[in-house]
């Protein structure tokens, strides 16, 4: 599609945007509802490819917190995004869109194991993607994983959906004075500590002139909106 600024997309959702109303685990409407928002996205001709955070099952540091050894618990938390990603890969099948999970830790009979040329390949057929069990190493990330697939995959550009739409001065669901960036500085964001991304994450997007843009995944056809430049949202690049 010739109009559309992005050719190849990665889109970063964290567990937590999978528990919809609940404090755990997985919400049905709420994963179909964003499945939709994808295959909307897919259908414009975009390539798209997914990264799960697993937050809303388990995460490594709570482990840790609790006596753990962290390693071990991020093999858990690991093991959690891998469930969002089937979850994920379901919805989106019953939404018409063909995915394949490929999985940083090797599990053969769930899933295909990371190869990042095969990846590739799939996303030309039109396929999704989803990379789940992070980058397959403890004291990462989702996010890190979200960057480095996205760098890797040559993607135009790293999607973050998250609670609201885009990056504020403050929390706007507890600040009424708070103010939505339009545009930052992958320095800003450092600087500023701004709680989006961890400063890996961000760092791997700079180095790599990666945008990130920030958008409210919860927003019905946000997704698809943010594609056509259009709606709210932050975008994050140099400056
Ligand atoms: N994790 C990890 N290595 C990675 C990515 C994730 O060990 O490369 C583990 C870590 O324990 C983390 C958990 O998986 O807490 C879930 O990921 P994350 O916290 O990023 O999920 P989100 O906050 O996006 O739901």
Not at 22 to 31: E, F, M, P, Q, R
Not at 93 to 121: D, H, T, W, Y
Request: aromatic share 6%; with cysteine; charged share 20%.
């Amino acid at each position: 599609m010739t109009s559309l600024r992005y050719k190849r997309v990665l889109l970063k959702v964290s567990g937590e945007a999978l528990m919809g109303g609940s404090s755990y685990g997985l919400d049905g409407t709420t994963v179909n509802a964003i499945a939709e928002d994808i295959a909307a996205v897919t259908r414009l001709g975009i390539q798209v490819s997914l990264v799960i955070g697993g937050g809303n099952i388990f995460r490594g540091v709570s482990g840790a917190a609790a006596g753990m050894d962290r390693a071990q618990a991020d093999g858990m938390g690991m093991l959690a995004t891998v469930i969002n990603a089937l979850a994920m890969q379901n919805a989106l099948e019953k939404a018409g869109v063909p995915v394949r999970v490929q999985s940083a830790i090797p599990m053969a009979s769930l899933c295909e194991p990371f190869i990042r040329r095969r990846a590739e390949r799939h996303m030309e057929k039109g396929r999704v993607v989803i990379f789940a069990a992070g980058t397959g190493n403890p004291f990462f990330t989702t996010d890190t994983a979200a960057a480095l697939r996205a760098a890797e995959m040559g993607c135009d550009a790293l999607l973050k959906g998250t609670q609201v739409d885009g990056v504020y001065t403050a929390d706007p669901r507890k600040d009424p004075d708070a103010e939505r960036y339009e545009v930052l500085t992958y320095h800003d964001m450092l600087a500023r500590d701004l709680a989006v991304m961890d400063a890996a994450a961000i760092s791997l997007a700079r180095e790599n002139k990666l945008p990130i843009i920030v958008f409210d995944i919860h927003e019905p056809g946000a997704f698809t909106a943010v594609m056509k430049g259009e709606g709210k949202f932050t975008t994050v690049h140099e400056r």
